[in-house]
């Protein structure tokens, strides 16, 4: 836990200097259109690993001693999600028209067209990373998650200084493209060395549950990342560029905060994996409400800690006056994350179980709210509104999760 949460560090320094740098260096419609290209990549990514990785973790860690038959199911990961990758990947560059021009937004569209490699690289490391978290190798994946962030940022040291004249920005999404093909190589010689050896008679046996859960799944890992970026992408329609710009640096410093709670999940999935195929329920039940309650006092600490910072934060990381209005938005969303906080380690719990289509059915019901909510109060409120219907999603869902985990498994969250 303390290796992930060093890593978590490294990732929200990370993306807060990424963040910073971008305004200063360019201005808040460059930082709104670099991060309305993000949004569609996150979105487009999940759609390109299809749900492979969680049933990679899952078989991964319900066998992590049998290495044999670990490498044949990884290796029956791999070869479906090299198919699924290259379609969307090419998906997504035709894609990217459309969405510029939805979003009234002709650099987002450069942007993404930057981006594209790197979404082919994101989900074959999305499997590698699965497998590394499926056999329990906290601290290299930690290691790893960090190392993604660190090539982020030095990639975008390296357009900022090719495009000196400042003329480039929508360029800027390249960064991604950059930091998966590195880390590609990175994570192929860990699994190759964990995975050498002989791979189980009858590996191929593998490729058609995995399919079938990954297109059971499928949807749930898409409507995770669009519910991440709802706002962002509403704001971009009902708004303009330059709005993007600052209620993404609230939304930024949300998702960091957000991510200590995902280190958390990171850390039970593989629990939750074998605990529930070996029909241990009372024990992690007990394992559940003692994590739950020392998620809430963390997250409820954190989260005051950030809203008292956050306003002199941006007067000290940006010069411009406009990104004082994020500060009410930011407000927001924490209170959204605290309510939620005690749930989130537990997310994946349908999918750890093996019910990926219930855990999309409960994405889905999720996703209606936050659209339906940021529809409604982003004409009438503005940011804020945006900001009101995100956190009132992440908390109306708990509800619908732990109703879809007790009906499906019989474990109370």
């Known amino acids: 836990m303390l290796w992930n949460f060093g890593s978590l560090a490294v990732l929200g320094v990370s993306?807060?200097?990424l963040n910073v740098l971008i305004a200063q260096l360019y201005d808040e419609a460059a930082l709104g259109t670099f991060n309305q290209a993000l949004a569609a990549y996150i979105f487009f990514s999940q759609a390109a690993v299809g749900g492979l990785d969680r049933s990679v973790l899952k078989e991964v860690a319900a066998?992590?001693?049998?290495?044999?038959?670990?490498?044949?199911?990884?290796?029956?990961?791999?070869?479906?999600t090299?198919?699924?990758?290259?379609?969307?990947t090419l998906a997504f560059w035709f894609a990217r028209v459309p969405i510029g021009a939805w979003l009234e937004s002709p650099g987002t569209a450069e942007g993404i067209a930057w981006a594209t490699p790197g979404l082919f690289f994101f989900a074959l490391n999305k499997v590698l990373l699965a497998t590394t978290n499926g056999l329990s190798r906290m601290r290299a994946f930690a290691v790893y998650q960090a190392l993604r962030y660190v090539l982020i940022l030095a990639a975008l040291g390296g357009f900022a200084l090719l495009d000196g004249a400042r003329e480039h920005a929508a360029h800027l999404a390249g960064v991604f493209?950059?930091?998966?093909?590195?880390?590609?190589?990175?994570?192929a010689v860990e699994?190759?060395?964990?995975?050498r050896g002989p791979l189980e008679q009858g590996w191929r046996a593998h490729i058609r549950p995995h399919l079938d859960y990954g297109l059971r799944s499928v949807g749930s890992g898409v409507l995770l990342e669009l519910n991440a970026r709802v706002d962002v992408l509403m704001i971009g329609w009902l708004s303009s560029d330059r709005n993007v710009g600052i209620y993404t640096f609230a939304a930024m410093i949300t998702e960091g905060v957000y991510q200590l709670l995902m280190v958390l999940q990171n850390l039970y999935n593989p629990v939750l994996a074998r605990e529930i195929a070996a029909r241990r329920l009372a024990q992690l039940h007990a394992t559940i409400q003692k994590g739950k309650r020392w998620t809430y006092l963390g997250m409820a600490a954190a989260a005051a800690l950030a809203v008292l910072c956050y306003p002199t934060a941006v007067e000290l990381l940006i010069d411009k006056p406009g990104f004082a209005q994020s500060v009410v938005p930011f407000r927001w969303l924490m209170l959204g994350?605290?309510?939620?906080?005690?749930?989130v380690p537990f997310a994946q719990t349908l999918l750890m179980a093996g019910f990926p289509g219930t855990h999309t059915l409960y994405m889905v019901a999720t996703v209606g709210l936050n659209v339906a909510g940021n529809a409604l109060l982003i004409p009438r409120l503005g940011l804020a509104g945006a900001a009101i219907a995100t956190a009132s999603s992440m908390f109306l869902g708990v509800f619908v999760l732990a109703g879809?985990?007790?009906?499906?498994?019989?474990l109370r969250l």
């Open 15 to 17: 993306g807060i200097a």
């Open 63 to 80: 066998a992590a001693e049998d290495r044999a038959r670990v490498a044949g199911t990884v290796v029956a990961g791999l070869l479906p």
């Open 82 to 88: 090299l198919a699924l990758a290259s379609l969307v």
């Open 177 to 187: 493209s950059c930091a998966e093909a590195s880390l590609f190589l990175v994570l």
């Open 191 to 195: 699994v190759f060395v964990q995975l």
């Open 337 to 343: 994350i605290v309510l939620c906080a005690g749930y």
């Open 404 to 410: 879809a985990v007790r009906a499906r498994t019989g």
